[in-house]
């Protein structure tokens, strides 16, 4: 274009990944012009503004866009004037992350804007000194959990089924008429009626779901992106009025995210299913909207699996459960 070619934009083909369909913010989305498409030209009089990040203790600091991988160690990376950047800290192994120092503070995702020259300090600390937190229904008066199945059978993928005392699922086949999938959400946060202080550095999480019937498979949970009314959702809907953008909530990148946070499986005879959580708990800790996780169907036994919801009455203690590992060393 700067030879003289004419300028009509660019057309964003598809090359490889996920099948089903992403959305993207437009120029006319309003809850954050940030997020709107940009376009940034790096010229020969461009300038330059540098970015050190220092981390401390064990993890690691990334950057969006990408530039700064920063491990145990201090980086120093350049980016365009005016560029937002955003941080995002990963702790390594018992390890929690402690807080921004510098152009960013607290535990939230860390946004920089590029108008100076920015210094930012991860701190990570050791995790020795903790608390396990078992939050499930009717154990220690907590009662912050919700959950359901969607069942794609015609006329069954309008009825909602959040009372009943079992969850279902089975083998997620495209265009089937007998999928069913389950759905399970934990307040976890104070701010959200749950037990745990905002802030509250996380070491780990982990789901648990019981099978009360036999066959074997495997799960991933897929952290839910938009809300759901446990007495209202269906296969179609999210809650009265609002649909999933694909039945059964299971539009990658738009219902919930594109990658699981865990995965887990249980065997043939009745049993937990356990999956690592960790990732998604710490994304709430850092802002991000609990809407809790999908448990989505990835392989073994094709027939109808059943578990105990939260309304199980013979044994409070085969209800589902979120278990968490909170770090007493405050940020």
């Not at 991933?220 to 809650?239: C, D, I, K, M, Y």
């Not at 995210?257 to 999956?275: K, L, Q, S």
Request: aromatic fraction near 8%.
């Amino acid at each position: 274009m700067a030879r003289g070619q004419a300028n009509y934009g660019w057309h964003l083909v598809g090359l490889a990944g996920n099948g089903n369909i992403k959305k993207f913010h437009s120029r006319e989305y309003q809850a954050d012009p940030r997020l709107r498409p940009k376009l940034m030209l790096v010229t020969a009089d461009s300038v330059i503004v540098p970015l050190t990040v220092n981390v401390e203790g064990g993890g690691t600091v990334t950057s969006d866009p990408s530039g700064v991988s920063c491990e145990n160690k201090s980086c120093l990376v350049e980016f365009p004037q005016g560029a937002d950047v955003r941080l995002t800290a990963t702790p390594s192994s018992n390890n929690v992350f402690a807080g921004w120092q510098g152009a960013c503070s607290g535990i939230k995702a860390c946004l920089v804007t590029m108008d100076q020259i920015q210094l930012v300090t991860a701190t990570f600390r050791q995790a020795a000194d903790t608390t396990t937190v078992v939050l499930q229904d009717g154990v220690k008066g907590y009662a912050g959990t919700r959950d359901t199945y969607l069942y794609a059978f015609p006329g069954h993928d309008k009825i909602n089924f959040g009372t009943r005392d079992f969850l279902q699922a089975n083998v997620l086949q495209a265009e089937s008429r007998n999928q069913l999938t389950m759905l399970t959400k934990f307040s976890v946060y104070e701010s959200e009626g749950g037990p745990i202080p905002d802030g509250t550095p996380i070491v780990s999480a982990r789901l648990a779901v019981y099978k009360s019937s036999v066959y074997n498979y495997r799960y991933g949970a897929h952290r839910v992106l938009v809300p759901w009314n446990e007495t209202e959702t269906t296969w179609l809907s999210t809650q009265a009025g609002r649909s999933w953008t694909e039945g059964g909530g299971l539009g990658r990148g738009t219902d919930i995210t594109v990658t699981p946070d865990g995965e887990g499986e249980v065997g043939w005879a009745p049993g937990w299913v356990e999956i690592d959580v960790t990732a998604g708990v710490q994304a709430m800790a850092s802002g991000q909207a609990n809407y809790g996780w999908h448990l989505v169907g990835l392989a073994g036994n094709g027939n109808i699996k059943k578990f105990h919801s939260r309304e199980y009455q013979l044994d409070p203690g085969l209800r589902p459960k979120l278990t968490i590992v909170i770090s007493n060393i405050q940020p």
